[in-house]
């Protein structure tokens, strides 16, 4: 990512921080959760939220390693499908980047994985999502506070605090940048490029010489379909019994999940 790219991250984030901070905080009202706590575990947060929703949340490996994860809706169903050939950290923010999409966005969208293409900054609708799932799990207090902390344990070296940022929050590295920019942590005008030019190696090297858990960066490869197929066709067959569906109805939404199954994959 460029310098320019990031200042108008930065801008978007000093414009709107107000409104996507009230979003948060609606999220959390609904969740049952404080707004301003760490999220340890956001898809066990996330799972009946989004089932009160209208959506199912599920994890699979895609074929396609730039997606993070896909917001769909269809058949009186919704899926949020979360990429799991990716590490844990990006899976951690894709899901949280959908809490927007389900909750405050307009339409059907795919997230991209990085914060690193152009084009997936030319809607404003990804702006918001990103800036949103940064607020929801890294809280500003707390994260001012585990800054100094950190900071302080890295003897003021910015890619170490990163660094250990990104493992307690379990975010990408990039995000935890982000969020120290947006909090003015780290002012815009003074910070070097190593801070942005960081690869994925690096970070993991990095993690092992902190002594900290690696496994952030490797993929679970998770598969959920079988069991979310499950629970359509128990729900189904319920809602059949009531008469809201008839079998018609369900066979033709499992043939669709099927069918969006193989494409994500790949097969």
Not at 102 to 120: I, L, N
Not at 231 to 246: A, C, F, S
């Amino acid at each position: 990512m460029n310098i320019e790219r990031l200042r108008k991250i930065i801008a978007y984030s000093d414009k709107n921080h107000e409104d996507i901070y009230s979003m948060v905080k609606r999220f959390c009202a609904f969740a049952r959760i404080e707004y301003d706590s760490d999220l340890l575990n956001i898809l066990q947060i996330v799972r009946s939220s989004f089932e009160k929703k209208g959506f199912l949340v599920f994890e699979m490996p895609f074929a396609d390693d730039e997606i993070g994860a896909m917001c769909y809706r269809g058949d009186g169903l919704g899926y949020v499908v979360v990429n799991t050939s990716l590490p844990r950290v990006n899976v951690n923010f894709a899901l949280a980047h959908e809490v927007y999409h389900v909750f405050f966005g307009e339409s059907d969208f795919v997230s991209k994985v990085e914060f690193a293409d152009d084009h997936y900054y030319e809607h404003e609708e990804e702006y918001a999502a990103n800036l949103f799932a940064g607020m929801l799990l890294m809280p500003e207090v707390s994260f001012q506070r585990m800054y100094s902390k950190f900071k302080e344990e890295s003897k003021g070296n910015e890619v170490d605090t990163i660094i250990r940022l990104m493992s307690y929050y379990q975010v990408p590295y990039m995000a935890v940048l982000i969020r120290c920019l947006e909090l003015k942590l780290i002012l815009g005008n003074s910070f070097s490029e190593a801070l942005f030019s960081i690869d994925r190696s690096s970070v993991s090297q990095k993690l092992s010489d902190l002594w900290l858990d690696e496994s952030i960066m490797h993929a679970s490869c998770r598969d959920d379909y079988s069991h979310i197929e499950l629970v359509v066709d128990r729900l189904g067959k319920k809602y059949i019994e009531d008469e809201y569906i008839n079998e018609r109805t369900l066979n033709k939404v499992i043939q669709n999940m099927r069918e969006l199954y193989t494409k994500i994959k790949g097969e």
